[in-house]
Nanobody, 115 residues
Framework: QVQLVESGGGLVQPGGSLRLSCAAP????????MGWYRQAPGKQRELVAV???????NYADSVKGRFTISRDNAKKMVYVQMNSLKPEDTAVYYC?????????WGQGTQVTVSS
């Protein structure tokens, strides 16, 4: 049963922007910490940004100042606004929901930054 669904990926030129969205209609969204991770070809999956149930945010050093994570508990959605995109941001981006020992993953959405 699909718990998380990402959308918003695509091809963008360097310096451009994208906003990724993740819908989580089947979980008790407000209690979960929500995160965005990414995995580039040949690399391990890495944390991009996380927002706790109290809306405390944390970012990977590589995206600080460029990416902004946010959540809408009423809509059960989490977003990441990605600005000033670089070719090295190219990856499959995954949404994650975590609470205690429970963790859900989305199917991923491709982001390609290229001219």
């Amino acid at each position: 049963q699909v718990q998380l669904v990402e959308s918003g990926g695509g091809l963008v030129q360097p310096g451009g922007s994208l906003r990724l969205s993740c819908a989580a209609p089947r979980i008790i969204f407000s209690i979960y910490a929500m995160g965005w991770y990414r995995q580039a070809p040949g690399k391990q999956r890495e944390l991009v940004a996380v927002i706790t149930s109290d809306s405390i945010t944390n970012y990977a050093d590589s995206v600080k100042g460029r990416f902004t994570i946010s959540r809408d508990n009423a809509k059960k959605m989490v977003y990441v606004q990605m600005n000033s995109l670089k070719p090295e941001d190219t990856a499959v981006y995954y949404c994650n929901a975590a609470f205690s020992s429970t963790s859900y993953w989305g199917q991923g959405t491709q982001v390609t930054v290229s001219s």
